[in-house]
């Protein structure tokens, strides 16, 4: 993109979509609107008859937000077969099927990116309708997806590159979980050691794609060893300890000024119905472990009244707002 007198010239790699990114551009609309619209449509503009030295459009990240925004992302739905893994039956539940979500909690002093999904952006191109995707695990467990939007285009939506992330945080190292992990190599990981030291033992743990976190290895780590992280100082952003599914699965609290605060659960519950009939999975890293967890975030959450976010819970969800609204 060049300015060539009083026009700019503008050739397109992909036509007709990027006709109405192309007006923005020429009429030099190049904040975060035109970026949003350029990644949701998958376009690359390159300057046309510009010479030496043309580039693509600049990204620019959009401005930090005057107060916490927490963005929802839709990853997929699971479809379960096998409810007695969970230790429930099709009667005891509202739908077998699991939401997969993944979270931008933008905020005046960074980002945070909450857990990265089922199926890497990188094995699949969206084509507007949902798809199936089958996955294979490293212990032979099989598992379908049903997906329809990439990662990365829902960041776009709302002018963000994988490279603008400031922290990265996975509440465990499940596959339905880390997925575009490696998309955000560039940010500080926050991480339980046990966690890391699982993630990369080998044999790797069954129910992981390690491949797909795989870059994690060399990213600036920070090592979390208290039971609380204050992620940028101002009580708004939490991290804390929720042993039990993983040897240092986490949940996350998001004290928001108008919602007023959350607490995604990762997987400290999968159903609803886990937590009001008390089930525990049978696939629990340390079962009694992960009930003594569950007494203790309802304690935190009866003393912050902060509301549980069932991050599976496909019912909630499906009503939940998704990018690019927020909530605040």
């Not at 990240?61 to 077969?81: E, M, N, S």
């Not at 940028?232 to 042993?243: C, E, H, S, V």
């Not at 969800?317 to 998704?322: G, H, S, T, V």
Request: proline share 6%; hydrophobic share 40%; charged share 20%.
């Amino acid at each position: 993109m060049q300015a060539t007198g009083n026009r700019l010239a503008v050739r397109c790699s992909a036509q007709p979509r990027c006709q109405e990114a192309t007006k923005l551009v020429k009429r030099r609309k190049f904040g975060s609107v035109a970026t949003a619209l350029l990644g949701t449509l998958g376009v690359v503009c390159v300057a046309s008859g510009a010479g030496p030295g043309a580039s693509s459009v600049a990204h620019h990240a959009p401005p930090p937000p005057p107060a916490v925004r927490l963005y929802v992302f839709d990853c997929g739905t699971l479809h379960i077969a096998d409810l007695g893994r969970f230790r429930l039956s099709k009667e005891e539940i509202a739908t077998s099927n699991l939401s997969v979500t993944c979270f931008l909690i933008a905020h005046p002093k960074g980002t945070l990116v909450w857990d990265t999904g089922a199926v890497p952006d990188a094995v699949w191109t969206p084509a507007g309708i949902a798809v199936t995707k089958h996955i294979v695990l490293p212990d032979a467990q099989e598992r379908d997806i049903v997906i329809s939007k990439s990662l990365r285009r829902q960041l776009a939506t709302i002018g963000y590159e994988p490279s603008d992330i400031t922290y990265l945080a996975l509440s465990h190292y499940h596959y339905d979980h880390t997925a575009n992990a490696n998309l955000f190599a560039s940010a500080t990981w926050l991480v339980r050691q046990a966690e890391r030291d699982a993630m990369f033992r080998s044999p790797r743990p069954g129910v992981t794609q390690p491949s797909t976190y795989e870059s994690l290895k060399t990213s600036k780590t920070l090592i979390l060893d208290h039971d609380e992280y204050d992620v940028f100082g101002d009580g708004r952003i939490i991290i804390k300890a929720a042993l039990g599914h993983t040897p240092g699965h986490q949940v996350l609290y998001v004290n928001l000024a108008n919602t007023g605060p959350i607490l995604l659960s990762g997987d400290l519950w999968h159903y609803p119905e886990e937590r009001s009939l008390d089930r525990v999975p049978t696939f629990e890293f340390d079962q009694a472990q992960t009930r003594t967890t569950r007494r203790v975030i309802e304690a935190f959450l009866k003393k912050t009244g902060a509301q549980l976010w069932v991050q599976h819970d496909f019912v909630a969800n499906a009503k939940r707002r998704k990018a690019p609204e927020y909530y605040d």
